[in-house]
């Protein structure tokens, strides 16, 4: 083995970020050759509200190895067809983003096109009456995905509402199984070297000296190594995410129990409701300009569904990122590296999406240069595409009160600009590879916060209009019939292994 090759990884901080990142190196790397070592300290909380998930977390736990059955039992988890989104064009109004695609398994991207065409001639149509995630979810059902890509059934994606707690437990277990070994205390100093700046050690409150060659910061929003040692420097975001705070509180669990993730837009910001097995959660998303945290906590309160199982929780953040993810020797993965909302549910992707970059740029102990600025470059490209996602949803309302006001008057990214004249000049849909959010996301939200395009991509002209919309009413037909034969999502998850039952 070169001696150049990392012997000891250092992961500071634990929580969701830490065990999930502890977990996946303790699967990529030997144990014999690689030392991997945590440090937290139970005295420290966590965030710990990211209970929403979106369909890569697959790709996650497959590569940990994980058995969907146990985690779900293990995490109280259910599973999550999509996000409804309520009042946020205008209060009564209520559009769905689904995980899977839209129209027949065949039709692709191309879909999108016929829809409008039939539209612009003048059949009047619910485009989420097309997406067999959203009329399932809308009606409680829940099935997976057929292996067929001919059947209807491949159209459809999924993800889970979990316990975060319960899941960083889960995969620490897994991890010290593999030989992650935990350090317990508080990181009091931090060792670097008098030339290259790169971290040597922590030293905790126990006067316990941890060395390592490679540092992974997931300190939460502090950022402990990243800023507050190697003034890294952050990225404000907070013209176009004016939210800066959230509050959040466990519920009793809700009937039905839902296979979707729901916000509703308040006045100050917006609310969550994540189903769970044994609970609901909630959190309040909103703007200290607009509001005070004891107006807010009342709205969240006042809002609930079910009885409070705790006192509200106060979260401080700003969105945005840091300027650099990778930085000498040290990576900062989840929100050590940035913060974006949890609108979209891309809290636990940015964790896992971090990891899957690390892993594939895994580096020697010098930190090549363009191995670091590969990384940043993508990381970079990925957080920005997510900030013009959740801005969409932002600028694009009808609200009467001051947030929303503002929201609809600021300057947006130029990179979102393009993309919505683009989708009103052609109805097309123009991504770069690297964009989390395809095109049925980005259709979805477009049309549910009120775009309309003005034209089709004209290939389309090759076929009859009765031909078009005799293949849209089969389609629709279908769907309606494939999801009354779904298993209700109870049902679902029973028949999966998990005990659905309220622990309040």
């Known amino acids: 083995m070169s001696v150049s090759r990392v012997r000891k990884v250092v992961i500071v901080g634990g929580g969701t970020a830490g065990w999930m990142t502890a977990a996946a190196l303790a699967q990529g790397l030997d144990a014999r050759q690689c030392q991997i070592v945590l440090v937290e300290s139970d005295d420290i909380g966590t965030i710990g509200v990211g209970e929403a998930t979106i369909p890569t977390i697959h790709w996650f736990n497959k590569i940990v190895g994980l058995d969907e059955r146990d985690f779900m039992r293990s995490t109280r988890a259910t599973f999550k067809l999509g996000i409804e989104f309520r009042d946020w064009v205008r209060p009564g109004h209520s559009y769905f983003h689904p995980f899977g695609r839209y129209g027949a398994a065949q039709d692709g991207v191309a879909f999108q096109h016929r829809w409008i065409r039939a539209q612009l001639e003048g059949q009047p149509d619910n485009f989420e009456d097309y997406s067999l995630n959203t009329v399932a979810a809308r009606a409680g059902k829940f099935s997976f995905p057929a292996n067929d890509p001919r059947s209807l059934l491949a159209t459809l994606g999924y993800a889970y509402h979990f316990d975060a707690s319960l899941y960083a437990k889960y995969l620490r277990a897994r991890a010290e199984l593999k030989g992650v070994r935990r350090h317990e205390g508080k990181i009091q100093t931090v060792d670097q070297h008098p030339d290259s700046g790169f971290i040597t050690a922590v030293r905790t409150h126990r006067e316990e000296m941890i060395d390592g060659d490679l540092f992974i910061d997931c300190s939460g929003l502090r950022g402990l190594l990243i800023e507050g040692v190697l003034k890294t420097g952050f990225e404000s975001w907070s013209r176009w995410l004016p939210c800066d705070r959230a509050l959040a509180v466990p519920s009793e669990r809700l009937e039905p129990l839902v296979p979707h993730t729901r916000s509703t837009a308040r006045a100050a910001g917006w609310q969550w409701r994540i189903p769970l097995q044994h609970r609901t959660g909630n959190g309040y998303v909103y703007s200290s300009q607009y509001t005070s945290d004891d107006e807010a906590t009342g709205v969240l309160l006042g809002n609930l569904e079910g009885r409070a199982l705790a006192e509200p929780r106060l979260i401080r953040f700003e969105t945005g990122r840091r300027r650099q993810a990778w930085n000498k020797n040290v990576i900062a993965i989840g929100l050590s590296s940035g913060f974006l909302e949890p609108l979209e549910s891309t809290s636990i992707h940015s964790i896992q999406s971090g990891i899957a970059k690390l892993l594939s740029l895994f580096p020697n102990r010098g930190c090549d240069t363009r191995t670091v600025e590969q990384y940043n470059h993508l990381i970079a490209d990925e957080f920005e595409g997510i900030r013009d996602f959740l ?21 947006l990214p130029s990179s979102l600009v393009r ?17 989390l959010f395809r095109d049925a996301s980005w259709f979805a939200v477009l049309l549910g916060q009120g775009h309309q395009p003005r034209d089709y991509n004209p290939l389309l002209d090759s076929i009859a209009a009765e031909e078009n919309l005799a293949h849209l009413r089969r389609i629709k037909s279908e769907i309606r019939q494939i999801a009354a034969q779904m298993p209700d999502h109870v049902a679902a998850l029973t028949a999966h292994g998990c005990a659905v039952k309220s622990d309040a």
Request: a negative charge; charged letters at 30%.
């Open 391 to 411: 801005t969409l949803h932002y600028h694009s309302q009808g609200r009467p009160e001051p947030l929303w006001e503002y929201c609809r008057a600021m300057e």
């Open 419 to 435: 993309k919505e004249e683009l989708f009103h000049l052609s109805g097309r849909i123009v991504l770069s590879a690297e964009e």
